[in-house]
């Protein structure tokens, strides 16, 4: 079975503040994707990060930062130094190789307070 | 933007009705998901296709069903419509049916009373 925990409904945090996402997942495939997406009001899905299983290397890309750790079944998402723009509902995804879908958690609702 | 055009935004639509939601696809892809995101859910996948064939189905009655055309645009189509198909449906394209990175459009707000 294929299954993501969010388990951060909310949270709101002071602008400027860092914040840490969680997100665990199960899987018993040995090749799998792990995504990021962002969810504006708006609605659409904006992609943030895709790793593959195989790939542990933490990743940082300018405010945003992943640790996927293998060993404890989490990939979870930094956002530094935190600005208004952040506000939106950020949800982790698994997508087995085997597979065409994605597995989407429930989503983390991130306010930035200015 | 991510070249992922839905239509309509938004539909409202009456229980027993049968609604067509439309998705043109990123250029170069040849793959469609569709997706159902209840309010303050995460999105639930109904089915992909991948050159005009269906290649996989969620866990979705018959009475959702879909086309994709050559052209690799798509409908969904949902028939006799109830009170809980009221979400916000997304589209996804991809190139190739393993989700590498899949772009989503902004999504149709489907409202059944």
């Known amino acids: 079975a294929q299954k993501v925990t969010q388990a951060q409904t909310e949270i709101s945090v002071v602008e400027k503040e860092d914040v840490t996402l969680d997100c665990v997942y199960e899987t018993r495939d040995t090749t799998y994707y792990l995504f990021w997406y962002k969810q504006p009001p708006s609605g659409e899905l904006v992609f943030l990060i895709r790793r593959n299983s195989f790939d542990e290397q933490n990743e940082i890309s300018g405010r945003y930062s992943w640790n996927f750790q293998k060993s404890t079944s989490s990939f979870n998402f930094t956002i530094t130094a935190s600005q208004v723009v952040d506000s939106a509902v950020y949800f982790c995804?698994?997508?087995?190789?085997?597979?065409?879908?994605?597995?989407f958690g429930t989503g983390t609702s991130l306010t930035v307070i200015p | 933007e991510t070249g992922v055009t839905q239509s309509p935004t938004h539909l409202i639509k009456t229980r027993g009705q049968q609604v067509t939601l439309r998705c043109s696809s990123q250029?170069?892809?040849?793959?469609v998901s569709w997706y159902q995101q209840a309010l303050g859910q995460g999105p639930q996948f109904i089915f992909q296709?991948?050159?005009?064939?269906?290649?996989g189905r969620g866990n979705f009655p018959p009475r959702f069903s879909g086309l994709q055309f050559p052209n690799y645009s798509s409908e969904l189509n949902v028939n006799a419509l109830e009170l809980d198909d009221s979400a916000l449906y997304l589209c996804?394209?991809?190139?190739?049916?393993?989700?590498?990175?899949?772009?989503f459009g902004q999504g149709t707000r489907l409202t059944v009373v």
């Open positions: 995804a698994l997508s087995p190789n085997t597979g065409n879908q994605f597995y």
């Open positions: 296709y991948y050159r005009e064939e269906e290649n």
């Open positions: 996804a394209s991809s190139l190739g049916t393993v989700n590498t990175e899949a772009f």
């Open positions: 250029s170069g892809h040849n793959t």
